[in-house]
């Protein structure tokens, strides 16, 4: 199976010459224009934030344990709910698939470095700084922004502490952070494909990542209009969300959530293209219906622009309007079962076999299918007056951001881990860790569907006593849920110190140019492109 | 084969999009005002420039009620004359909201008018109102300040209550 890889030692007899060790000290992180060095930074800017975001989730469910308030005063709750979002969204998320994407989309078309390493240096340099400029919030008189994360108008322009200015600093700093990596990506995979690459032997993490560049540079721009003119409202004296100059405060959540919706899908998408390559590994058959899963991904694409207002069903829309909302949403439906169906598909009849990333791949689809449905419930138009702005929204998109994209990612590092880093991990420990976090994840966010239907409002400090139960074993879940994250990053430090070696092909059935690579990965891959043969037996066809 | 060359176009074509997608953030604004014209959404309510013949129903009728708001910080006592009146549609019908300065100081605002539910504001047509032009008011002044408005015998049957309500908000010139 793991055939050893001529192309790769070939490269390093021929090209040493002109290749520079990693440079050593500070520098090689601070100047990189490597992809795989840019790659590892974001992954760990990623789970830094990842513990600072679930730090502050751990204080939302240490108040919420009991009713009544304990520890937090409602502003400091307000802070903690936006800023946990925020966090969550723009710092851990996207810099996580940002990252995959850097290490593994060069790896899987054959390419040697992304097309812009500098631009790709920046674009991740920036990162820290827009989480330290948010973050100061906290320390500034007024206290952190405490809008909540869709930071609507008139809350978060006449009515918002003067951190908001430094708030929309920020926000526009990670726009340019992730306009930059899409951009980046968009070249790197039109033009720096191997030749012989066609555009459908292209690996289904590289099209969803292609195809979420298109969303990123058509939306984060969006945001970037949307805070700039809050900008100019809080301190210039314009009036786009203030009906006394003839603005219109409702205007600002279809800006907003303009933005908004194709977001959900550039936060889910590369965990699609994650899922599509574990899934045929561990159940050793070729993925299920490979076109129709690119087709599906484009029209998720596409149809994620114009539904934006089915999350403002309540701002008192013509019906005619609910109606056309409803409709397009229940539409998105139909490509993502699509997806859904291929992956079962992919499995049926397959030799499947239970290795840790395959798990997190199998509960990603079980898991993320609930939060779909969730959606398909909130998507009805007047079914949604009643779940509206309750924790059934906040268990439906926990469902599909924490079991759907987080789960993506923690699947992709336990697949990829043995490439990068050329070590084994732990497998029982991190067959535990798996376990462990399915089970606190669902008794964390299960739970709050039922609050939600009872009315339990979000985004509150305090709540009526026949929450209590419910309350109170969705902390016990987070807590455990929480520490189940030290484990991990135990099992990863682990590997990369004590790890056994990895063979190149450490899943015997994996496919992708990446695995033809020597583990650990060379600091420079790909010099000479691979041939249309290598491309063809590596390919994700049937 | 060799690898493509990134052309100059390509990153023009590459760059433009994130840049034009910031001024259509922008364009939204024009667009979703025009869009409310036709649409009546969110409550936009919509004029008329003549006294326009109707074909009236005698026997249909609608009661409208009338609201007033002002915003925080608007000091000037402001109400209906009336709370309702039963209209006929398609018939123009005269109504007054009356306004009393209670500070020493010359007031200017802007009144701005919302219809519920949202399908009859695109048939709530006004000839004159209040709500056109920026208001003065003098100090201790009380005026009374005219709307003159038609509803359209086109709105759907189903709507027999309308509400129309005005918030008052304050200029500073």
């Known amino acids: ?542 | 084969m060799e690898r493509k060359k990134i052309t100059k176009g390509f990153w023009i074509k590459l760059v433009s999009v994130p840049v034009l997608m910031f001024f259509f953030a922008y364009a939204m604004v024009p667009l979703y005002n025009v869009l409310c014209d036709i649409t009546g959404f969110n409550g936009k309510t919509g004029t008329v420039k003549t006294e326009k013949q109707y074909q009236v129903n005698e026997e249909r009728l609608v009661s409208v009620s009338f609201f007033a708001s002002t915003s925080p910080g608007f000091p000037v006592q402001f109400a209906p004359k009336e709370s309702s009146m039963e209209v006929v549609p398609g018939k123009f019908y005269n109504t007054s909201y009356i306004a009393k300065n209670t500070t020493d100081e010359v007031i200017y605002g802007q009144a701005i008018p919302s219809v519920a539910p949202t399908d009859a504001a695109l048939h709530f047509k006004k000839l004159e109102c209040f709500c056109f032009v920026k208001q003065e008011f003098q100090p201790g002044e009380e005026v009374e300040m005219s709307l003159r408005f038609v509803v359209e015998p086109e709105m759907e049957e189903w709507i027999k209550d309308v509400s129309l309500s005005y918030n008052f908000y304050k200029l500073d010139s």
């Open chain 1, 1 to 542: 199976m793991s055939s050893t890889n001529t192309l790769d030692t070939n490269n390093h007899e021929n090209h040493e010459d002109h290749h520079h060790a990693p440079p050593s000290g500070i520098g090689r992180w601070l100047f990189s224009t490597n992809h795989k060095d840019i790659g590892t930074m974001y992954l760990i800017f990623s789970l830094v934030m990842l513990f600072l975001g679930g730090g502050m989730a751990m204080l939302i469910r240490a108040e919420l344990y009991y009713p009544g308030l304990q520890f937090l005063e409602p502003d400091l709750f307000n802070n903690m709910v936006t800023t946990h979002a925020l966090i969550m969204v723009f710092g851990v998320v996207m810099p996580a698939a940002a990252g995959m994407a850097n290490w593994m989309v060069p790896l899987q078309i054959g390419a040697p470095d992304m097309a812009l390493p500098r631009m790709n240096n920046w674009s991740f340099w920036i990162l820290p700084f827009a989480g330290a400029i948010l973050l100061s919030t906290f320390f500034m008189e007024g206290g952190a922004p405490a809008f909540g994360w869709t930071f609507y108008a008139p809350l978060s322009t006449t009515f918002a502490p003067d951190s908001t200015d430094f708030f929309i600093f920020a926000v526009h700093l990670l726009g340019f952070s992730s306009i930059m990596g899409a951009i980046n990506i968009i070249a790197t995979v039109l033009n720096m494909k191997a030749p012989e690459m066609r555009l459908m032997d292209m690996p289904l993490f590289v099209w969803t990542w292609l195809i979420t560049s298109f969303l990123l540079i058509g939306a984060m721009p969006v945001l970037a209009g949307a805070v700039t003119m809050m900008l100019t409202d809080r301190n210039f004296g314009t009036a786009f969300f203030d009906a006394t100059g003839g603005g219109d405060p409702v205007m600002f959540q279809h800006i907003f959530w303009f933005f908004g919706h194709p977001e959900v899908y550039i936060m889910i998408l590369p965990a699609f293209g994650i899922i599509s390559h574990i899934i045929p590994t561990f159940a050793r058959k070729p993925l299920f219906g490979y076109s129709s899963m690119v087709y599906a991904t484009a029209s998720i694409a596409f149809l994620s622009y114009i539904v934006w207002a089915h999350h403002m069903f309540l701002t008192g829309m013509p019906v005619a309007g609910e109606l056309y909302f409803m409709y397009a949403t229940m539409l998105i439906a139909v490509p993502t079962g699509v997806k859904v169906f291929n992956w079962v598909a992919t499995m049926w009849k397959g030799s499947m076999t239970f290795e840790t990333p395959m798990l997190w791949a199998l509960s990603f689809v079980f898991l993320f299918t609930i939060g779909g449905f969730s959606g398909l419930m909130l998507g009805i138009a007047p079914a949604d007056i009643q779940y509206h702005d309750t924790y059934f929204v906040v268990a439906h998109f926990h469902y599909v951001l924490v079991t759907g994209a987080l789960w993506g990612i923690i699947a992709a590092v336990f697949y990829w881990l043995p490439k990068w880093t050329g070590k084994m991990y732990n497998e029982p420990l991190a067959k535990v860790h798996f376990w462990l976090a399915l089970i606190s994840v669902n008794v964390t966010f299960f739970p709050q569907h039922f609050l939600g239907l009872a009315g339990m409002p979000r985004r509150i400090p305090d709540y009526a006593l026949q929450f209590a139960d419910f309350n109170y074993i969705s902390s016990i879940g987070s807590f455990a849920f929480g520490l189940s994250f030290i484990l991990f990053t135990y099992i990863v430090v682990d590997c990369i110190r004590n790890g056994k070696p990895a063979d190149a092909r450490p899943w015997g059935s994996a496919k992708g140019l990446e695995w033809t690579l020597a583990t650990p990965v060379a600091y420079h891959t790909f010099d000479e492109p691979p041939t249309r043969a290598e491309i063809l037996a590596e390919s994700q066809h049937s």
